[in-house]
């Protein structure tokens, strides 16, 4: 079910797909996937999470709105509205609402941490969709995600082409200017900030030569949630950059955590 719409912010329609077992009539966990892009280009069609779909999930790709088109926390807003529409029609979807995870990859894996670290905050609830419905999740799978962007250039990898404190990088495009200079309006789009111990259960998977989101920024973000006690395992692929390709160890890895953590355990309460 394609280009259904979750919300409509300043006449434009927010979008977002659907794929799911045909003949499944019991609600099933739902896996949202978010794209990455760097905040400025890609969209929901480029679904790494849709395979899943054969394995007893509903899976949702959405669409967010750009860096070009607003600045932060625009991005977190439409992610929020989207689990908030799925969860709302839960029941017409056959989805378990109790059972929600996100998935995404760079821009999207930072997305995804910080619907996991702050599902209680209202700063970053926005106003589009439906109300009174939880956008709480119940399990986090980040992909190579920037987590404090004060800190990449720091520790980058000498043989990094980009610079992040620029002006026109894509940390900067995202929040509205040098990152440097806006530090509060970049802490605010640290997932690290939310952090607390009703966090849900997190798989951190990144590259050792990753060229363009340090590894120490997952690094950060693994040792902030394990401080707080949540469940966090944080897995380190040898040689790769930004992105795996088809790994079928890291394939498997991801889906036994999403069948430890939204089909096995109890359900936990999305309202």
């Not at 007893?56 to 509205?81: M, T, W």
């Not at 590259?207 to 997952?218: A, E, F, K, M, Y």
């Amino acid at each position: 079910m394609r280009d259904l719409e979750y919300a409509r912010v300043d006449g434009k329609s927010m979008r977002l797909d659907i794929y799911g077992p045909r003949a499944s009539k019991k609600p099933l966990p739902l896996v949202v996937w978010i794209h990455g892009g760097a905040w400025q280009n890609g969209d929901k069609r480029s679904c790494l999470a849709r395979r899943l779909a054969d394995q007893g999930y509903v899976v949702a790709s959405i669409n967010y709105r750009l860096s070009h088109e607003a600045i932060f926390p625009a991005q977190i807003y439409d992610c929020k509205a989207a689990i908030r529409w799925l969860r709302a029609n839960a029941g017409k979807y056959h989805i378990d609402p109790n059972r929600i995870g996100v998935w995404g990859a760079s821009a999207g894996g930072h997305l995804a941490a910080l619907l996991g670290t702050s599902g209680d905050v209202e700063d970053l609830e926005g106003s589009l969709g439906p109300q009174k419905v939880s956008s709480r999740v119940q399990a986090v799978c980040d992909y190579y995600g920037p987590t404090d962007l004060i800190q990449m250039d720091a520790h980058a990898p000498r043989y990094s082409r980009l610079r992040h404190d620029a002006p026109y990088s894509p940390e900067s495009r995202l929040i509205g200017g040098p990152i440097q200079q806006n530090k509060e309006k970049v802490a605010r789009a640290n997932p690290i900030r939310y952090v607390s111990k009703d966090d849900p259960p997190f798989l951190i998977v990144h590259g050792d030569r990753d060229p363009i989101v340090p590894i120490h920024q997952s690094k950060l973000l693994k040792d902030a949630l394990a401080k707080k006690g949540v469940d966090v395992s944080f897995s380190t692929i040898s040689g790769a950059g930004h992105g795996f390709g088809r790994r079928r160890n890291v394939e498997r890895m991801v889906e036994a955590f999403f069948a430890k953590h939204l089909k096995s355990a109890p359900p936990t309460s999305g309202k």
